[in-house]
T-cell receptor, first 113, second 110 residues
Framework: ETGVTQTPRHLVMGMTNKKSLKCEQH?????MYWYKQSAKKPLELMFV???????ENNSVPSRFSPECPNSSHLFLHLHTLQPEDSALYLC????????????FGPGTRLLVL | GENVEQHPSTLSVQEGDSAVIKCTYS??????FPWYKQELGKRPQLIID?????GEKKDQRIAVTLNKTAKHFSLHITETQPEDSAVYFC?????????FGTGTRLQVFP
């Protein structure tokens, strides 16, 4: 349960705010992912980082800005979000080159007012 | 790219009955098929997975079957219990990027 951690667990922000979500993995993995989970799209891949390099941007609006300073940490910077961005944001990690099992963090529940 | 379809979207069963969830995939190069369980308010957790060189895998009350020719795979839960109630996601991948199905909400009634 503590292999992948995320902070904060809950976040309420206004549309003009800037906030960041943090993810940390303690599994020694080399790939990290951001997903958006909402009622409309249960598990929507947003970004993929392999060895700290972004390898996938799944047509995500620029108001979401990822950052991966090292293979253990992943951030999602948020600015000028819209109410429809309210969702659960899940981070996951895996070991590229081995079994592609992804391990998820507990998620950040985001509410945009 | 890969596309995964999952059925049914909701499934209600009586405790002790079996439950079956089915997924189809489009990319014949997909070679890894995990199943995740997500309880209310919790993270998705891997419950079982299967590789394309195997047709069936069991773990206690849970089993997964794979038909590569038809490009479909299924999750079977026997002797269901109320704690099996959750949303279940299938996924497929030919690479390291998992493509998830849309989920099945399973309710097990006592």
């Amino acid at each position: 349960e503590t292999g992948v951690t995320q902070t904060p667990r809950h976040l309420v922000m206004g549309m003009t705010n800037k906030k960041s979500l943090k993810c940390e993995q303690h599994l020694g993995h080399n790939a990290m992912y951001w997903y958006k989970q909402s009622a409309k799209k249960p598990l929507e891949l947003m970004f993929v980082y392999n060895f700290k390099e972004q390898t996938e941007n799944n047509s995500v609006p620029s108001r979401f800005s990822p950052e991966c300073p090292n293979s253990s940490h992943l951030f999602l910077h948020l600015h000028t979000l819209q109410p429809e961005d309210s969702a659960l944001y899940l981070c996951a990690s895996s070991q590229v080159g081995s079994t592609p099992t992804q391990y998820f963090g507990p998620g950040t529940r985001l509410l945009v007012l | 790219g890969e596309n995964v379809e999952q059925h049914p979207s909701t499934l209600s069963v009586q405790e002790g009955d079996s439950a079956v969830i089915k997924c189809t995939y489009s990319d014949s190069a997909s070679n890894y098929f995990p199943w995740y369980k997500q309880e209310l308010g919790k993270r998705p957790q891997l419950i079982i997975d299967i590789r394309s060189n195997v047709g069936e895998k069991k773990d206690q009350r849970i089993a997964v079957t794979l038909n590569k020719t038809a490009k479909h795979f299924s999750l079977h839960i026997t002797e269901t219990q109320p704690e099996d109630s959750a949303v279940y996601f299938c996924a497929a991948t030919p690479t390291d990027k998992l493509i998830f199905g849309t989920g099945t909400r399973l309710q097990v009634f006592p």
